[in-house]
């Protein structure tokens, strides 16, 4: 049965009215100490109520104690005698009853006071006397009182706390933990309920407290943040997550905006966390009631349970919600002035905004990069002196795909934190990936050598950067000093990161367009003994193969890549490959077809591998003399201006003696892809069976300056010098084609693509 001892003693008294005694009550509730100075000096004119002047005094003694000490388990502070005697005269004999108001207020004031010293034992014995778990705000309490109460409930569920997750029996103690949790945030939010209404003329009966003087101390919101934290360590998750739901369910008022700023954060944090145990909350009852009777929250609050509320159905939307919440508030209360003495709270919400905004981050990267940029850019007008909130507004426009504004704010960033390295390397990373530009990417690699010389990251990014500028250029030499550069800034990112297979493999890759196969060969397969399934190593392990003209091994390799990544269009192509290589086109066919639904069932969408696919039936039959099996597979591939489908429709024309229809094509898909080779040599081709050689010269010149290991391109100048009567240049080119053709791969090194 429930016992009502502690409500009967205080249930029929009701505040004081008298002006002074009001005036009194928002010099405590607003802590504007100064001002009790005065009441002191006409304390004669409170009455009976002059024992509440003293109160406040040893309050405003405490205070000090109270808001820069944080009480500790383990370690003791001495109590303050001059108080402690004071308040010890002023609660009476302990083991009596609290016979009114000033009484019970003496006592929490004095439980509190222990409890700041460290003294938990003393304190809890006092409000264990008090029968605090039975006090229940009702109306008519003091507000000053709620807030002792919520103060002392608080620290009561923090030691208690502290308390078990030292003991052995721990699990056992946590109920009774959670249960003194529980009436501390019930306190505390009708508390912030009361102040509302303090702090409103129409409805604070007097003269209204003035809310920005109100200081929540952050001991008051402990146990509504310890509660959520202990049954997580109980291993409720599901009960955590309600918890916090009940919060966020509550009406806002201005004092419990940081409270739901904090539950917001943890609940996206453990939506984002626990997905896999994720339950959608209960559906709101029917709007007959404002008041809730949850067992996780307080029973008088109002909450908002309206039918006209979002009521989310799955993870995502409930995650977006919750975020909404929280970057509405961070938006309204964020503080901007630069001032020093607004320093302390700038820096108190530029801590919210940046979790805020990076679990925003963190939400839509998983589930949805469709609003990150906007979010993001009005993080910036908190934040603009933040390198950390540059950085995801940064990668944030990289995500969207908007890579010149990238690079705008990522230099800004620089500029303004020019040790940077993050911001550095994000603009090496736009530079090699995004939007090719090797010298601006060699300088900001540069700069990341030379102040951070032995960091992996910087020796790659500064390779990757040389192995783009020697792709671009036309003379042999300097593409081949560049190249050496690559290989030498690849050799020294290994060096200082054995384990990392980006550098490994880049540095393999380089040393293979250089025909050193051999020691490119020992890095792949130390990349794949780190990680047997590593697809772009999978990828130059069979190039490699077949370069030295290991055929069976490398389509067992190519056969191996395909049961771990079925359906992937590059291992296809190389098996077909292959196959055309060893047993002739024919057998590459049958090869390709038994591929087919093989692909189709595959990881890819099937829409672009069936368009690959349809394109590879198209070039075996091209190569095998069927023109009609060619044309059919070709009116397969949907319409699109790909270089390589303008390709293979130029070769159709060309089949078709269309030839100027065919240049056309062959031109357009080198507009599209200015580096795409086999477009060169087909255009080269028709210029020569038309007998102008220069122009097929100048095609062939384009080819070799891309790929000079191309050893078709090779053929092709032979044949155009034997026609030109140099017949030993010619027999030069064909002799180069012969050596390149012995040791070239069933597909172009280069195929591989340079992503830092």
């Not at 006409?42 to 009455?47: H, L, M, P, Q, T």
């Not at 122009?695 to 078709?712: F, R, T, V």
């Amino acid at each position: 049965m429930e016992n009502n001892r502690g409500k009967k003693k205080f249930k029929s008294l009701r505040l004081k009215t008298s002006p002074l005694y009001l005036d009194l009550v928002n010099v405590r509730l607003e802590r504007r100490w100064d001002g009790l100075d005065a009441l002191q000096k006409v304390r004669s004119k409170f009455g009976d109520s002059a024992k509440y002047v003293d109160l406040a005094a040893e309050e405003r003694s405490l205070d000090a104690i109270f808001m820069d000490y944080k009480p500790n388990v383990e370690v003791e502070v001495p109590v303050p005698p001059a108080i402690l005697e004071t308040l010890t005269g002023l609660a009476g004999p302990l083991d009596q009853e609290p016979g009114d108001w000033f009484i019970l207020e003496a006592r929490l004031l004095l439980a509190k006071m222990y409890f700041t010293c460290g003294k938990r034992t003393e304190a809890m014995t006092i409000l264990k006397d008090m029968f605090l778990h039975e006090l229940q705000p009702e109306a008519g309490w003091p507000i000053h009182a709620i807030r002792l109460l919520a103060e002392c409930t608080s620290l009561r569920g923090w030691a208690l706390q502290q308390l078990i997750s030292t003991s052995e029996h721990w699990q056992a103690e946590a109920p009774a933990a959670l249960e003194v949790l529980q009436q501390a945030a019930d306190v505390l939010l009708v508390y912030f309920q009361e102040l509302t209404v303090a702090v409103n003329p129409s409805a604070a009966g007097g003269k209204p407290a003035n809310a920005s003087a109100i200081v929540i101390s952050p001991w008051m919101e402990a146990a509504v943040h310890h509660m959520p934290l202990l049954h997580l360590l109980l291993g409720d998750t599901a009960s955590a997550v309600e918890v916090l739901r009940a919060i966020l369910r509550v009406a806002e008022n201005p004092f419990s905006k940081t409270l739901r700023l904090s539950a917001a954060r943890q609940l996206a944090l453990l939506l984002l966390r626990a997905p896999h145990i994720y339950t959608a909350p209960p559906a709101p009852p029917p709007p007959t009631a404002t008041v809730t009777q949850s067992s996780s929250m307080p029973r008088v609050h109002p909450t908002l349970n309206r039918p006209e509320h979002l009521h989310p159905d799955h993870q995502a939307e409930e995650l977006v919600l919750v975020l909404t919440i929280a970057e509405g508030l961070v938006r309204q209360e964020a503080v901007q002035s630069r001032f020093p003495n607004d320093r302390p709270v700038y820096e108190k919400w530029h801590e919210h905004v940046s979790a805020v905004y990076d679990l925003a981050v963190l939400a839509l990267g998983t589930f949805g990069k469709s609003h990150l940029v906007d979010l993001l850019e009005q993080s910036m007008r908190f934040s603009f002196d933040n390198e950390h909130i540059w950085l995801q507004f940064g990668l944030a426009l990289i995500s969207g795909g908007q890579y010149d504004r990238a690079c705008m704010v990522l230099k800004h960033c620089l500029q303004q934190y020019p040790e940077s390295k993050s911001a550095a390397l994000m603009l090496c990373k736009l530079y090699i990936n995004h939007i090719p530009n090797a010298d601006e990417a060699i300088s900001f690699a540069e700069k990341v050598v030379e102040q951070y010389p032995a960091m992996a990251a910087g020796r790659l990014a500064l390779g990757l950067a040389y192995a783009l500028q020697a792709r671009k250029q036309m003379t042999h030499s300097v593409r081949e000093g560049f190249a050496a550069k690559a290989i030498a800034s690849l050799q020294a990112a290994c060096e200082r990161d054995p384990r990392n297979p980006a550098c490994a493999l880049h540095c393999a890759l380089q040393m293979a367009t250089q025909r050193r196969v051999t020691e490119a060969m020992v890095l792949v397969l130390n990349i794949l003994q780190m990680d047997p399934t590593h697809h772009d190593a999978l990828w130059l392990l069979i190039l490699l193969q077949t370069s030295l003209k290991n055929y069976v091994e490398a389509l067992t390799a190519c056969t191996g890549a395909l049961d771990e990544y079925p359906g992937d269009m590059a291992f296809v192509k190389l098996k077909v490959e292959i196959e055309a290589t060893t047993s002739g086109v024919a057998s590459a066919l049958v090869a390709a077809k038994a591929t087919l639904n093989l692909a189709a069932e595959g990881a890819e969408p099937v829409s672009e591998g069936q368009c690959e696919l349809w394109l590879l039936f198209t070039d075996l039959f091209l190569q095998n003399g069927q023109f009609e099996d060619a044309s059919s597979c070709f009116k397969k591939v949907p319409d699109n201006l790909s270089a390589q489908s303008l390709y293979y429709r130029g070769r159709l024309l060309a089949h078709e003696l269309r030839l100027d229809d065919a240049k056309n094509c062959f031109t357009s898909a080198l507009a599209t892809n200015p580096a795409h080779v086999d477009c060169m040599l087909a255009l080269a081709g028709l210029h020569f069976n038309q007998d102008n050689s220069p122009m097929a010269e100048q095609y062939i010149s384009q080819a070799l300056a891309l790929n000079p290991g191309n050893h078709i391109a090779w053929r092709h100048r032979g044949s155009v010098l034997r026609a030109q009567g140099e017949h030993e240049r010619a027999a030069d080119c064909f002799v180069n084609a012969l050596q390149l053709e012995a040791r070239a791969p069933v597909a172009p090194f280069t195929d591989i693509t340079l992503q830092l």
